[in-house]
């Protein structure tokens, strides 16, 4: 059973609009969460956090909504670059059920057409 | 600064071989992890370690095994490959197992042929 589902598999934005990529989680002891970034060839690189106490986190071109009682997080990039292009993970930070790893998503490939 | 390594980059495997891929980290982090990466299955979760000398399993550990003598480095065995085997594998690290900002390693190509 997936606990963090990220259901868009692709997604196609023009530059200089916004693009947003969604993630949704089942368990409610998630409480923080994070959003990387991968380029091919490469390794995922942390991009953005928020934790359940806050409902949004910006960084630059970068925000990150929460919505817990949607159990639904969104990441919003303005304007999109066309060096945004790359896979981009959901992971929850199960830090309420102890010491265990981030739990991923399966990611959204972003591409951003110039 | 290296961060984190892994070796080698790519390898080809014959089916019912033994493997070890090798990370290191030079971050003094407490935790590292490997992962596993497959086309439309995203990042997976084979093992993981919180601090040296310890280890646990992850959500695909069946066909792998870890160990962490100490802090800088956390082999991943394959005893005997096969072709479901063939990923892309990452390693990654954090400063604690509640400080999830996690580093990553360039990635693991392993072919099983």
């Known amino acids: 059973d997936q606990q963090v589902k990220q259901n868009s598999p692709s997604l196609s934005v023009q530059e200089g609009r916004i693009s947003i990529l969604n993630c949704d989680y089942t368990?409610?002891?998630?409480?923080?969460f994070l959003w990387y970034k991968k380029y091919p060839a490469e390794g995922p690189t942390f991009l953005i956090s928020?934790?359940?106490?806050?409902d949004k986190n910006e960084d630059g071109r970068f925000t990150v909504f929460l919505n817990k009682s949607a159990k639904h997080l969104s990441l919003h990039i303005v304007p999109s670059q066309p060096g945004d292009s790359a896979v981009y993970f959901c992971?929850?930070?199960?830090?309420?059920?102890?010491?265990?790893?981030?739990?991923f998503g399966k990611g959204t490939r972003l591409s951003v057409i110039a | 600064i290296a961060g984190i390594t892994q070796a080698p980059t790519s390898q080809i495997l014959a089916a019912g071989r033994r493997m070890t891929l090798r990370c290191t980290q030079d971050?003094?982090?407490?935790?590292m992890y490997w992962y596993r990466q497959d086309l439309g299955l995203g990042l997976r979760l084979i093992h993981y370690?919180?601090?040296?000398?310890?280890?646990g399993k992850g959500e695909v550990p069946d066909g792998y095994s870890v160990s962490r003598a100490n802090t800088d480095d956390f082999p991943l065995t394959l005893a005997s490959a096969v072709p479901s085997q063939t990923s892309v594998y990452f390693c990654?690290?954090?400063?604690?197992?509640?400080?999830?900002?996690?580093?990553f390693g360039q990635g693991t190509r392993l072919t099983v042929v």
């Open positions: 928020i934790s359940s106490i806050k």
């Open positions: 992971a929850a930070d199960p830090r309420g059920i102890g010491n265990t790893p981030l739990v």
């Open positions: 971050m003094r982090h407490n935790a």
């Open positions: 368990n409610s002891m998630f409480d923080y």
């Open positions: 990654a690290s954090s400063k604690t197992a509640t400080n999830t900002e996690a580093f």
């Open positions: 370690s919180n601090t040296a000398g310890t280890t």
